[in-house]
Nanobody, 122 residues
Framework: VQLQASGGGLVQAGGSLRLSCAAS????????MGWFRQAPGKEREFVAA???????RNYADSVKGRFTLSRENANEVYLQMNSLKPEDTAVYYC?????????????????WGQGTQVTVSS
């Protein structure tokens, strides 16, 4: 499956962005979909994931209450990011996992998109 992430940009602290990830070349409903981010000099970290049916979700503590992940249409997931903080600045990657349940570890994901830059100014 191929993943295409988009929607990043520059925003002031307190603002919002909506990231999207479009999947092609696979059976979308077969994958748990996740978002990870990587800031300069840091490890790639888990942000959020959503189950195959779009019912189960898991969020990193750092984004709970501010970010919302959803599955829409036949092949897209969206990460709505509100109340953005400068520490949210990173390259955001979407990923697909063939495991049946949500996992918050990057090593478990099989397919990755190219990443989209999110920059939050203070």
């Amino acid at each position: 499956v191929q993943l295409q992430a988009s929607g990043g940009g520059l925003v002031q602290a307190g603002g919002s962005l909506r990231l999207s990830c479009a999947a092609s070349g696979g059976t979308f409903s077969s994958y748990v979909m996740g978002w990870f981010r990587q800031a300069p000099g840091k490890e790639r970290e888990f942000v959020a994931a959503i189950g195959r049916l779009g019912l189960a979700r898991n969020y990193a503590d750092s984004v709970k209450g501010r970010f919302t992940l959803s599955r829409e249409n036949a092949n897209e997931v969206y990460l709505q990011m509100n109340s953005l903080k400068p520490e949210d600045t990173a390259v955001y990657y979407c990923a697909a996992d063939t495991a049946p349940t949500i996992r918050a570890v990057k090593d478990g994901y099989d397919y990755w998109g190219q990443g989209t830059q999110v920059t939050v100014s203070s």
